[in-house]
């Protein structure tokens, strides 16, 4: 059993960043990939970044590309988003969630592909 805990939500002005963070409960932390989605109000939830289990490989949106870093931290089971110059189009409640059975080296962008997903944390970004 995996459980997933988001962390680092709230509300900033447009430029400002935000730090998530997803930590992990199980043993299993380096044997997935783990992802971050965004549910805007009213939208469907949208793949935002990706990261492999060995950290080596990263996928984002193409929305968030240039703003949007993502890394793990394995000994502290965590996997961490920076947003960097938000934007009010960036806003919504943030998932993280894993994928168990993506291929080596592969982040998939479907939400369909997660296995585990945490509760969610809210993002706001005014202008």
């Known amino acids: 059993q995996v459980q997933l805990v988001e962390s680092g939500g709230g509300s900033v002005q447009a430029g400002e960043s935000l730090r998530l963070s997803c930590a992990e409960s199980?043993?299993?932390?380096?044997?997935?990939?783990t992802g971050w989605f965004r549910r805007a109000p009213g939208k469907e939830r949208v793949f935002v970044a990706g990261?492999?289990?060995?950290?080596?490989?990263?996928q984002f949106a193409e929305s968030v590309k240039g703003r949007f870093t993502i890394s793990r931290d394995n000994a502290k089971k965590t996997v961490y988003l920076q947003m960097n110059n938000l934007r009010p189009e960036d806003a919504g409640a943030y998932y993280c969630?894993?994928?168990?059975?993506?291929?080596?080296?592969?982040?998939?962008?479907?939400?369909?592909?997660?296995?585990?997903w945490g509760q969610g944390t809210q993002v706001t970004v005014s202008s």
């Open positions: 969630a894993a994928d168990f059975r993506a291929r080596a080296f592969i982040v998939r962008e479907l939400e369909s592909a997660y296995d585990y």
């Open positions: 199980g043993r299993i932390f380096n044997r997935h990939v």
């Open positions: 990261i492999t289990n060995n950290g080596q490989t990263t």
